[in-house]
């Protein structure tokens, strides 16, 4: 089993729309966790830290479940310029490194 | 410098040549990272250096994969004698030491022919 599972996707949406991305991850040990976004043939960049409690960034909230081991990252009132891959993101354990899923791509339409 | 930098941006490589992608990470940053891109894919570790001490190599995918940052700032990753399969997106990323400090660099696109 992949250590974090996301579903690929595309997911078209229309502009306004709201769209919600869960994303689930195996190892127990996870300390951290976040939401990264990479636009096409660019880096990936860090959209938000992902906390127990849930939180919340403009349009975007992001939830984390330690029993059912899944994180969930919300978008509302989609734009135009949301369109990227959204990648599901833990580190810790044993190890200083992040573990990537495989991404979740997002088309906004005009 | 203000942001990680990859050199080249871009490298095409016969089959069997060895290449060598370059990271200068962020000036005062002791942790630093390797990652590969397949195409579709999420970035999937390679190798991690704290300072100049290589505190994990558990991702390189084969002993024709060698990393170095030995001076503790400027890393080398090197691959020999490569392979089709070796065709990727290489992103280096540095950090202060945080798991939410991380920096990625703009990457090396490595197609081997």
């Known amino acids: 089993r992949k250590e974090v599972e996301q579903d690929p996707g595309p997911f078209n949406v229309p502009e306004g729309a709201t769209v919600a991305f869960n994303c689930t991850y195996s190892?127990?040990?996870?300390?951290?966790f976040f939401w990264y976004r990479q636009d096409c043939r660019k880096e990936p960049k860090l959209l938000m830290s992902?906390?127990?409690s849930g939180n919340e960034d403009g349009r975007f909230t992001a939830q984390l479940n330690r029993a059912s081991q899944y994180i969930s990252l919300l978008i509302r009132d989609s734009k135009l310029s949301d369109s990227a891959t959204y990648l599901c993101?833990?580190?810790?354990?044993?190890?200083?490194?992040?573990?990537f899923g495989t991404g979740t791509l997002l088309a906004v339409q005009p | 410098g203000a942001g990680v930098s990859q050199s080249p941006r871009y490298k095409v490589a016969k089959r069997g040549q060895d290449v060598a992608l370059r990271c200068d990470p962020i000036?005062?940053?002791?942790?630093l990272f390797w990652y590969q891109q397949a195409l579709g894919q999420g970035p999937e570790f390679l190798t991690y250096?704290?300072?100049?001490?290589?505190?994990?190599k558990s991702g390189l995918p084969s002993d024709r994969f060698f990393a170095e940052r030995p001076e503790g700032s400027v890393s080398t990753l090197k691959i020999q004698r490569t392979q089709q399969e070796d065709s990727a997106v290489y992103l280096c990323?540095?950090?202060?030491?945080?798991?939410?400090?991380?920096?990625f660099g703009s990457g090396t696109r490595l197609t081997v022919v």
């Open positions: 990323a540095s950090s202060p030491g945080t798991a939410n400090g991380y920096t």
């Open positions: 190892n127990s040990a996870s300390q951290s």
């Open positions: 992902v906390y127990s």
């Open positions: 993101v833990f580190h810790g354990g044993a190890t200083n490194k992040l573990i």
């Open positions: 000036s005062g940053h002791v942790s």
């Open positions: 250096f704290q300072n100049e001490a290589q505190l994990d």
